[in-house]
């Protein structure tokens, strides 16, 4: 008995570890590739969904607390780690939450105001940050956001097509 709940958490441990070290090396290549920088930070999300599937929420929050936090320390360009902090490292997790409402239309506008929270908060600084926010009229903020909404619904459906995946081969092992 003692011996099936400690493999259990090691297992967790060693594929959080795992998963932590693919998604940190996906976030030091986001730094390294600009024009790949959301698609990595992305990809790094989807990892954690893979220990909250297998091992539940407690172990995907520890593995986007690690993954953040080492992130943020060794990856020399900040924006990949900012962006899976910022979002897509604890997405899978809110994902999970919103999809057991199993209200559609619920969870899509929970999604979207997520995202769309988020997004105005890091549009937000990064205008300031950088000084152009008087670059911003009415017409490109709205084109902005239709833009970032429609790639946020694009990936959230890939994202559900690889768990589907990954669920129906798993559950064959």
Same mark, same amino acid.
């Given at each position: 008995m003692f011996e099936n709940k400690y493999s259990k958490n090691t297992s967790a441990l060693a594929l959080g570890a795992i998963i932590s070290a693919i998604s940190i090396g996906l976030l030091y290549a986001?730094?390294? $590739?600009p024009t790949m920088r959301i698609a990595l930070s992305a990809l790094a999300g989807v990892f954690s969904a893979v220990i909250l599937i297998k091992y539940g929420v407690m172990h995907a929050i520890l593995v986007f607390a690690s993954t953040s936090i080492i992130s943020l320390i060794i990856v020399p360009a900040k924006i990949p780690g900012l962006m899976y902090t910022a979002f @897509?490292? =604890? =997405?899978?997790? $809110? +994902? =999970? @939450? =919103? %999809? +057991?409402?199993?209200?559609? $239309?619920? %969870?899509?506008a929970l999604k979207l105001l997520t995202f769309n929270i988020i997004f105005t908060i890091m549009i937000s600084i990064s205008t300031r940050l950088v000084g152009i926010e008087h670059l911003f009229t009415l017409i490109a903020p709205l084109f902005l956001y239709l833009a970032a909404n429609f790639a946020f619904l694009f990936y959230d459906i890939a994202f559900t097509f690889l768990i589907t995946q990954f669920k129906s081969r798993f559950n064959r092992l």
């Open positions: 986001a730094g390294m $590739l @897509f490292g =604890y =997405y899978p997790i $809110l +994902k =999970y @939450f =919103y %999809e +057991k409402l199993q209200n559609i $239309l619920l %969870e899509i």
